[in-house]
């Protein structure tokens, strides 16, 4: 039986990816990451569509010569259709609409929220290859998303709790904001916080009570410390910024957890995964792992390149797609609102 050779291609907010996938492995993903939003604190739709379409050919091209495929070979081209930017989401898939077009070649439509839990099925030559068995708890943390997902097979998922408001990465974006740093500050946060003392300052309390998540209001706390520490020190970030990120993470990250334990007890479902650009965090995936050895649950992490958007977790839900025949045609348009 000939392979299964899928293209990947992933545009919905300031990452251009085109990645490729052989029967279920990955055989390139590039990403190319869009520098000129840092000067704005956060993404600027305009630029960010701008950039995708200058991105766009070369980075596909880079992902087909590193694959060592021939594009002739390709069976198909997925992308993704949302949610996401209107303007980004339409260079990928007019993009992805043509070439389909071009090469005669069907075309698929991949949720973007879909991806980042299916980049847990991504196979890789010489490893391993743990993947969670169904059905399994997702926690799905990005910049615009925070949802704890049952997820039942590759097809069936469903959101059994999401944030009333802002999402973690959000939290963790406008707090860096907050303190000076730069866009994307969660990482920066990531990087502080490792320094300083979790405990040391105290943001707000969590009052949502079922699965559900709200972070406006520690966003408020976190500037309501700030302010009243700058009333009295006008040195008080730079002096205290390493135990401000610990305590920020730690404000933000506990919240996940007991909700993903929550979650774990009330549907009596151990398997938990994580997905999205958050769990690249450090301190989230030590505390994950604190539950595999101290609460017997299952953790099942990415590797650091799957959590944040790329086109790999876009070619791998493209490729299970394939093997159900689930097609869209040259009608289809962006839905930047696209949920599960
Ligand atoms: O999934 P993603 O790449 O894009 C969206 O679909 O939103 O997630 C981006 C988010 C940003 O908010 C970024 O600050 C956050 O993921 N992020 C992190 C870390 N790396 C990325 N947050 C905390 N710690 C990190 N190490
Ligand atoms: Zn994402």
Redesign the pocket.
């Known amino acids: 039986m000939s392979k299964k050779i899928i293209l990947g291609i992933e545009s919905?907010?300031d990452d251009t990816s085109a990645a490729i996938i052989s029967d279920g492995y990955i055989l390139s993903n590039i990403v190319s990451n869009q520098k000129v939003h840092q000067k704005y604190g956060g993404v600027v739709p305009e630029l960010a569509s701008r950039a995708h379409q200058q991105n766009i050919i070369p980075v596909v091209d880079t992902a087909i010569k590193e694959s060592g495929i021939n594009k002739k070979d390709l069976s198909a081209i997925c992308f993704t259709l949302g949610p996401g930017l209107l303007g980004s989401l339409l260079v990928g898939s007019s993009f992805a609409k043509s070439f389909a077009l071009g090469m005669n070649i069907p075309l698929i439509a991949v949720n973007?929220?879909q991806g980042?839990i299916m980049a847990h099925f991504i196979k890789e030559k010489g490893n391993k290859n743990r993947f969670p068995k169904f059905p399994f708890l997702c926690l799905t943390v990005?910049?615009?998303?925070t949802q704890i997902v049952l997820v039942k097979s590759f097809e069936d998922m469903t959101v059994i709790g999401e944030t009333l408001d802002d999402a973690a990465g959000e939290a963790f974006d406008k707090s860096a904001k907050i303190l000076g740093l730069s866009y994307p500050g969660g990482p920066l946060i990531d990087k502080y916080g490792k320094l300083g003392d979790k405990h040391k300052f105290i943001f707000g309390n969590h009052k949502v009570g079922d699965l559900n998540f709200s972070y406006s209001g520690i966003k408020t706390s976190i500037l309501r410390v700030i302010e009243n520490g700058l009333d009295k020190n006008s040195k008080f970030i730079e002096e205290n910024i390493d135990d401000l990120c610990a305590s920020i993470q730690h404000t933000i990250v506990d919240i996940l957890i007991k909700k993903i334990m929550k979650a774990s007890k009330e549907k009596g479902i151990n398997q938990i995964a994580i997905a999205?650009?958050v769990s690249a965090n450090s301190y989230l995936r030590t505390r994950l792992l604190e539950l595999e050895q101290k609460h017997n649950k299952q953790v099942f992490i990415p590797k650091f390149e799957y959590c944040?958007?790329n086109a790999a977790m876009i070619a791998i839900s493209g490729y299970y797609k394939f093997l159900e025949g689930k097609f869209v045609n040259q009608s289809i348009t962006p839905n930047s609102r696209f949920s599960l």
């Open positions: 919905s907010c973007h929220m980042h990005s910049g615009g998303h999205g650009g944040t958007d």
